[in-house]
């Protein structure tokens, strides 16, 4: 925290900038062993089959290999890892080096150790792979239904009734491509074995996951493995779950007896970790003709692999968003010869959003109602599902705000009635609703220190994976404890810290807030009593003396530096421990979560519904005559309960928007149909959102606190810039062009006359 300062508002700025500016930032690949190899992945290229032969032979005499583990050599010693919806860590239960069968193009198949990493690049070109190939279905729409595998339904009430009675139906089907995980910072890997103890560097999103999974995969007991994760160049959902790469890379390592380092290749990021499954909604609304909601149906089927089953559709939540009347909501996941899709920014809900939000636009159009005015018709004043009143609902202040910011006032509503006369664009004006659940996290445990030079170190095995967490929970040490932000250490990011659970679902903050809060809170009840004890003369009478700048204020006058109240204690320091067990979760829960398991508290309680919620509005300028859109601005306000650390979460909210427009215009994995593979897979052939294209993002929170919130008073803040973002793209290009485009990404020859 060196040089760091409290700007005027009270807002500490980011307090790894500039670590992480001048490259002092440790990321894994950037961590060093003496004495390290170097390892290189090959991959299989083909989609599905079983090898018959693994050649080696020219790949062995390259200079410096080490080792070459295949499946042929890692039988029995690596042992299977449970999948996440298995109770385990793992992204996939598919051990891509437990045998020779092929399951998806990209499958790493084989792992090479060399003395540098040319060396081992060098020798992986050099495997072959010889197989009896299968054929391999990859696309998710040309498989067969029946193969389908229904992962959730939910009805309440008749909606296919309510068809039959309703003055407006809109019956649509929508399409998400698939997208690619690609953070600034690939995946990696760094182990180290002492003896019998493993050390893993890892950019992961749950170091004390990852520490189990670890331990069980290779063997050994949980307390022989540390994991570190001290700086994550993005993650998004992808470096959530432990990966195979990391295990074998780790046992590589307990081979050689040597440190190994791994880093995986742009290219490779595709197939060894999760995507964003391609998905296909159809949605029926029916309404009254004044707009009034009578009924929602969405029926949603997502790609899936052949290995695990991981529901991803998102409708349990989408089926709460607006007083619909009655719902009916099925999911299936589409069995693919795919590696295992799964996390990314707000899994669940993006692609549902866009669907419905999308639709709701349809139905306005429809009713002739402003599309703003037609969801402020249809606010619930309970949750529709569980009849829970909401733990703070905001949406229409949102929608409110937002359009005033936006000028929504202004909006012409008939299509391409609106143009730039400058650039000679047709403008659109899109909105869209956002909302997220508020999960209430896990056990989270912290411990903070106070040291005889008066800094105070708070700890605790919560991650960063870019957020801003550190900043979040700095600002809060400074603000609780009235500490001066240069003494004030946040360690986060290694599984020997105190229980903290994965960063994900939005409630990382939030958690490791509550236990930061509470660990502040006994560690100032504690600086009372002893300066109560060591300057007798001085003593505050109880609850009364203060904090102010790093120092207890007795009522006496007297202002003791926190420091010096450490130097009175043995061992120069006082330590305290502070934990926040979020309602509903029970003491078997917390051993779980103890044990590595993953535990978080849902978003309904027993007395509340907890949600986030937001709204979308966005400009874009179409170029009738190419049919090129831009998104000329965007205004988003959030409704996300307590706020922690705006800066750090606008910062957040803004890339959320910005992923949708890459999500609307740009952004899809091509599958190559014939081989089965996913093509295009890195940074020079995925198209994503690029400064250039960024549109001006205004961000705005709104911020009362809900009547059910727990002591906390946060509901959710991470993920909810990118839901929604999507649909408001989608319905300004309408807006602009009469072209209802329900398949993603919007592309040029979408819009223009063939
Ligand atoms: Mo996130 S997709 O909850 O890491």
């Known amino acids: 925290m060196t040089g760091a300062r409290t700007p005027p508002e009270g807002r500490l700025p980011r307090v790894d900038a500039r670590d ?65 919806m298995d109770g385990g860590q793992f992204h996939t239960s598919f051990d891509p080096l437990a045998g020779p069968e092929v399951r998806y193009h990209g499958q790493m198949v084989a792992l090479v150790v060399a003395d540098t990493p040319e060396q081992a690049e060098q020798a992986a070109a050099l495997v072959e792979l010889t197989a009896e190939e299968l054929p391999a279905q990859v696309d998710p729409y040309a498989a067969d239904e029946a193969d389908d595998i229904e992962v ?118 595709a197939t060894l970790g999760s995507f964003r499954p391609a998905s296909r909604h159809r949605v029926r609304l029916a309404a009254r003709r004044d707009g009034t909601l009578l009924g929602y149906e969405h029926a949603c089927r997502t790609q899936g692999s052949r290995s695990d089953v991981l529901p991803l559709g998102g409708t349990a939540l989408s089926a709460r968003l607006y007083r619909f009347g009655a719902v009916a909501v099925r999911e299936h996941v589409v069995p693919t010869d795919v590696i295992t899709p799964g996390f990314m920014r707000a899994p669940l809900e993006f692609p549902t959003s866009f669907a419905l939000e999308c639709a709701i636009d349809e139905l306005a159009v429809a009713a002739g109602l402003d599309p703003v005015e037609l969801r ?36 012409q509503a008939p299509v391409g009635s609106m143009a730039d006369p400058r650039t000679g664009e047709t403008l659109g004006w899109g909105v869209a609703a956002a909302y997220y659940p508020g999960y209430g996290g896990g056990p989270t445990f912290c411990r903070a220190r106070l040291s005889g030079d008066g800094v105070v170190e708070i700890a605790l095995a919560a991650q960063d994976p870019g957020t801003g967490l550190r900043t979040a929970l700095a600002q809060l040490v400074v603000e609780r404890l009235r500490a001066d932000p240069r003494r004030v250490r946040i360690s986060l990011g290694d599984s020997d810290l105190p229980l903290a659970p994965m960063a994900a679902g939005s409630c990382s903050s939030a958690t490791a807030a509550a236990a930061v809060e509470d660990a502040a809170d006994r560690l100032l009840r504690r600086l009372r009593d002893l300066a109560r004890k060591h300057w007798p003369g001085q003593e505050p009478a109880p609850g009364q003396a203060v904090p102010d700048r790093h120092r207890i204020v007795t009522p006496g006058g007297t202002s003791i530096d926190f420091g010096e109240i450490a130097r009175r204690e043995d061992g120069q320091a006082v330590t305290v421990e502070g934990s926040w067990i979020p309602e509903g979760l029970t003491p078997g829960m917390v051993a779980d979560a103890r044990a590595g398991r993953f535990v978080q508290a849902h978003e309904t309680t027993p007395t509340a519904y907890r949600a986030s919620y937001g709204a979308h509005f966005a400009e874009v300028g179409v170029d009738r005559v190419t049919g090129r859109v831009r998104v000329r601005r965007m205004v988003g306000v959030f409704d996300v309960g307590r706020v922690l650390h705006a800066a750090m979460l606008k910062n957040q909210l803004r890339g959320g928007m910005l ?58 803040a991470g993920e909810i810039g990118v839901v929604g973002s999507s649909a408001a793209v989608a319905n300004a290009v309408f807006h602009a062009t009469g072209r209802r485009i329900r398949r993603l990404p919007i592309r040029a020859h979408d819009l223009v006359d063939q």
């Open 20 to 84: 992480k500016v001048t490259g002092a930032a440790e990321y894994t690949y950037d961590h060093s062993e003496p004495g390290q190899l170097h390892a290189a992945l090959v991959c299989a290229t083909f989609a599905r089959g079983v090898l018959r032969d693994i050649r080696t032979a020219a790949a062995e005499v390259v200079p410096g290999v080490r080792l070459i583990l295949t499946h042929r050599d890692t039988r029995g010693a690596v042992g299977p890892g449970l999948a996440l």
């Open 152 to 269: 959730f339904a939910l009805r309440r009430g008749d909606p296919a009734g309510a068809v039959t009675h309703a003055d407006l139906v809109v019956e649509a089907t929508y399409e998400t491509a698939a997208q690619l995980h690609q953070p600034i910072e690939p995946y990696a890997t760094n182990a180290r074995w002492s003896g019998d103890r493993l050390t893993v560097w890892s950019p992961t999103q749950w170091v004390v996951g990852e520490k189990h999974g670890l331990a069980a995969a290779l063997g050994v007991e949980p307390d022989q493995v540390r994991v570190i994760s001290r700086h994550v160049g993005g993650a998004f959902g992808g470096k959530a779950l432990t990966l195979w790469h990391t295990v074998y890379t780790a046992e590589a390592a307990r081979r050689l007896r040597r440190p190994v380092r791994l880093g995986v290749r742009r290219g490779q990021m």
């Open 376 to 411: 402020r018709l249809n606010e619930p004043e309970v949750d529709p599902v569980d009849l829970l009143p909401f733990s703070g609902r905001n949406l229409p202040a949102c929608l409110d705000r937002g359009a005033e910011l936006f000028g929504w006032s202004r909006r």
């Open 659 to 716: 992923w949708g427009v890459g999500h609307a215009l740009m952004e899809q994995l091509h599958v190559d149909k014939e081989h089965g593979r996913f093509m295009g897979v890195d940074l020079g052939s995925y198209h994503i959102l690029t400064h250039a294209d960024a549109p001006a993002v205004e961000v705005e929170l709104v911020t009362p606190p809900g009547p059910h919130a727990d002591p906390v008073g946060a509901r959710g």
